[in-house]
C-alpha cells in the first residue's frame, strides 16, 4: 500500500504565502518523481510544478518566479513554497508521487486527496 498525504493548505491574501508539504509512504521500491497539480471547478487539473528525484524541476508558465518545488528524498516528500499569491491561485492543490512499488511491478502515479488554497482579501 502506498499512501500520499499533503498539507498546509489554507486562506491567505493575495501578495501572502504558503507552503505546501506532501510525503509519500508505504511500500515503496522507488520514487521517480513528484508534483503538484491544481484543480478549479468546471476546469481540468493543470500541472503546477514538477521535480524528479535528481532534482531537475518544471513550473507552470503561470508559477514561474512565484513557486519554488524542493524535494527531500530521504523523507519522500516534496515542498511547494508558494509566494507572491494571486486570487487566480485559488484551487485545490494535489500531490502526485510517480513511483513503483514493492507489490506493482511498473511505476504509476499515486494521487493525494488534495489541500484547498484560498487566495483572498
Known amino acids: 500500500q502506498v499512501q500520499v498525504v499533503e498539507s498546509g493548505g489554507g486562506l491567505v491574501q493575495p501578495g501572502g504565502s504558503l507552503r505546501l508539504s506532501c510525503t509519500a509512504s508505504g511500500s515503496i521500491s522507488r520514487l521517480n518523481s513528484m508534483g503538484w497539480h491544481r484543480q478549479v471547478p468546471g476546469s481540468q487539473r493543470e500541472l503546477v510544478a514538477g521535480?524528479?528525484?535528481?532534482?531537475?524541476?518544471n513550473y507552470a508558465e503561470s508559477v514561474k518566479g512565484r513557486f519554488t518545488i524542493s524535494m527531500d528524498n530521504a523523507k519522500n516528500t516534496v515542498y511547494l513554497q508558494m509566494n507572491n499569491l494571486k486570487v487566480e491561485d485559488t484551487a485545490v492543490y494535489y500531490c502526485?508521487?510517480?513511483?513503483?512499488?514493492?507489490?506493482?511491478?511498473?511505476?504509476?502515479?499515486?494521487w493525494g486527496q488534495g489541500t484547498q488554497v484560498i487566495v483572498s482579501s
Open positions: 521535480i524528479a528525484q535528481d532534482g531537475r524541476s
Open positions: 502526485n508521487a510517480a513511483l513503483r512499488s514493492r507489490t506493482v511491478p511498473v511505476a504509476r502515479s499515486y
